[in-house]
Every structure is written in structure tokens, then in C-alpha cells.
């Protein structure tokens, strides 16, 4: 028998190279905070770690490098991308400008389809939050993963492709800085997806707006609440 496939190509799904599995699995460790800002990315360790040649992890780290979560070193090589407070406030005002706007357009357009999507996606995040809270569960990537999908559900019939991808990426930075500051609020925030939940099946886009600008902003404000927060 031959020996083991490593894990990236074990890992490969149909259409996927094992280029693009070493880019989502970097690319999610730096989301979720796996790899910390400002450590450094040595191209021949991390091309063993990942299961990927030099040349493909330096293209991968500069890939990443466009979207703003790795800096380049000149010749010192790769680091993850620093944080600071006065970057979370800008990415969590760009986020609120581009959901608010989505919502509006995603309430009107929005279908029947579209309202399952909504209250499954609600659902799922809902039963995560109540096992938090019970302490029954603690895996800060579970509740993120559902509540990206909440957030997305409600957008998702705005209509745009372009406004979708771009909040996406947005939405990953925000993110990031939540999975760093380690950011839950308990019940205040499971209210406030209850809330929205009921704004879009009564399609009250303003009242979703106004608890959305609330949701975000109490967020980073909890996040920011030490001056200066440890985990800048």
C-alpha cells in the first residue's frame, strides 16, 4: 500500500485543488484567531503545514495579502495583519452600512423560499446561543458559522451579487476581530436575533435597521469596553 495522503489532499473536494484547501483552511485560522496578529508566516514551515510547495504558499500569502489579513515584510517575509480599535470601528461601520442597506432591499424582494431560509438560519443560531448559555457548549466557531449564516439568510434576497460578496468580506474582518476580543453577550445579543428574525417576516426593514445599529455597535463598544483593550 502506498503511503497516507496528507491532509490538504485528503481534504479536497470535487473542483477543489489542494491549493484552494490550503487557502481556506489558512485563511479561516487567521478569522478565528488560530494564527494572532503580527506573527510571522515562515514560507517553509507553513508550506509543511499546510501541505503546499514554497511557491504556492508565498502566491497563497499574497493573495491573502490583497484582502487585507496578511502584510507583506518586504524581505522578511509574511505576517498576519495587525488589529487595532480604530480598525474595528471602521470595518463595524462599513459592515453596518452595507447590511442595513441589503436588509432593505433582501425585505422587500424576499419570497416565501426566502422566509424559510431566514427562520432555519435563525433557528440553528438560536439553539447554538441557548447551549452557550447553559454552558452545555463552548465552541466560539460553531456560533460564529451560524450566525454568519443568519446575517447572510437575511441579506440573501437582495438581489445583488456584487453587495453580497463585498459584505462578505467585510463581514470576515468583523469577524476576526470578534474571535480576538472573544466576544459573546449572552442573551442581550440572542434578543436582538430574535428581534430581527420577527422584522423580517413582518418585513419591517426600519425597525431592522435601528436593532442592527444597536446589534453592531454594542458589539464593538463591549469589545473596546478596557482602554486600551488587552487583545490590541
Same mark, same amino acid.
Given at each position: &500500500?502506498?503511503? #497516507?495522503?496528507?491532509?490538504?489532499?485528503?481534504? =479536497?473536494?470535487?473542483?477543489?485543488?489542494?491549493?484552494?484547501?490550503?487557502?481556506?483552511?489558512?485563511?479561516?485560522?487567521?478569522?478565528?484567531?488560530?494564527?494572532?496578529?503580527?506573527?510571522?508566516?515562515?514560507?517553509?514551515?507553513?508550506?509543511?503545514?499546510?501541505?503546499?510547495?514554497?511557491?504556492? &504558499?508565498?502566491?497563497?500569502?499574497?493573495?491573502?495579502?490583497?484582502?487585507?489579513?496578511? =502584510?507583506?515584510?518586504?524581505?522578511?517575509?509574511?505576517?498576519?495583519?495587525?488589529?487595532?480599535? =480604530?480598525?474595528?470601528?471602521?470595518?463595524?461601520? &462599513?459592515?453596518?452600512?452595507?447590511?442595513?442597506? #441589503?436588509?432593505?432591499?433582501?425585505?422587500? %424582494?424576499?419570497?416565501?423560499?426566502?422566509?424559510?431560509?431566514?427562520?432555519?438560519?435563525?433557528?440553528?443560531?438560536?439553539?447554538?446561543?441557548?447551549?452557550?448559555?447553559?454552558?452545555?457548549?463552548?465552541?466560539?466557531?460553531?456560533?460564529?458559522?451560524?450566525?454568519?449564516?443568519?446575517?447572510? #439568510?437575511?441579506?440573501?434576497?437582495?438581489?445583488?451579487?456584487?453587495?453580497?460578496?463585498?459584505?462578505?468580506?467585510? @463581514?470576515?474582518? @468583523?469577524?476576526?476581530?470578534?474571535? !480576538?476580543?472573544?466576544?459573546?453577550?449572552?442573551?442581550?445579543?440572542?434578543?436582538?436575533? %430574535?428581534?430581527?428574525?420577527?422584522?423580517?417576516?413582518?418585513?419591517?426593514?426600519?425597525?431592522?435597521?435601528? !436593532?442592527?445599529?444597536?446589534? !453592531?455597535?454594542?458589539?464593538?463598544?463591549? #469589545?473596546?469596553?478596557?482602554?486600551?483593550?488587552?487583545?490590541?
Amino acid at each position: &500500500m502506498g503511503a #497516507a495522503p496528507k491532509k490538504a489532499e485528503r481534504d =479536497v473536494r470535487a473542483g477543489e485543488t489542494v491549493s484552494d484547501v490550503a487557502y481556506g483552511r489558512i485563511r479561516a485560522d487567521i478569522l478565528f484567531g488560530r494564527l494572532k496578529p503580527r506573527e510571522r508566516l515562515r514560507l517553509e514551515i507553513f508550506s509543511q503545514r499546510y501541505g503546499t510547495s514554497v511557491s504556492t &504558499m508565498r502566491e497563497l500569502l499574497s493573495r491573502l495579502g490583497s484582502e487585507g489579513l496578511i =502584510v507583506a515584510e518586504g524581505q522578511r517575509g509574511f505576517e498576519v495583519a495587525p488589529v487595532s480599535p =480604530v480598525e474595528f470601528r471602521e470595518v463595524a461601520a &462599513m459592515r453596518l452600512l452595507l447590511e442595513q442597506h #441589503a436588509l432593505t432591499q433582501s425585505f422587500q %424582494a424576499g419570497d416565501l423560499d426566502w422566509e424559510a431560509r431566514v427562520v432555519a438560519a435563525h433557528h440553528k443560531l438560536a439553539v447554538t446561543e441557548g447551549r452557550m448559555l447553559r454552558r452545555e457548549v463552548s465552541d466560539p466557531e460553531v456560533w460564529k458559522d451560524c450566525d454568519r449564516a443568519f446575517h447572510h #439568510a437575511l441579506i440573501s434576497a437582495c438581489g445583488s451579487r456584487v453587495l453580497l460578496q463585498t459584505y462578505a468580506a467585510i @463581514y470576515d474582518k @468583523y469577524l476576526r476581530y470578534q474571535m !480576538i476580543a472573544v466576544v459573546f453577550r449572552g442573551e442581550i445579543a440572542a434578543r436582538e436575533h %430574535a428581534e430581527l428574525l420577527a422584522c423580517a417576516l413582518s418585513r419591517d426593514a426600519d425597525r431592522a435597521s435601528r !436593532i442592527l445599529d444597536i446589534h !453592531i455597535n454594542s458589539c464593538v463598544d463591549h #469589545a473596546l469596553r478596557d482602554d486600551p483593550p488587552g487583545w490590541a
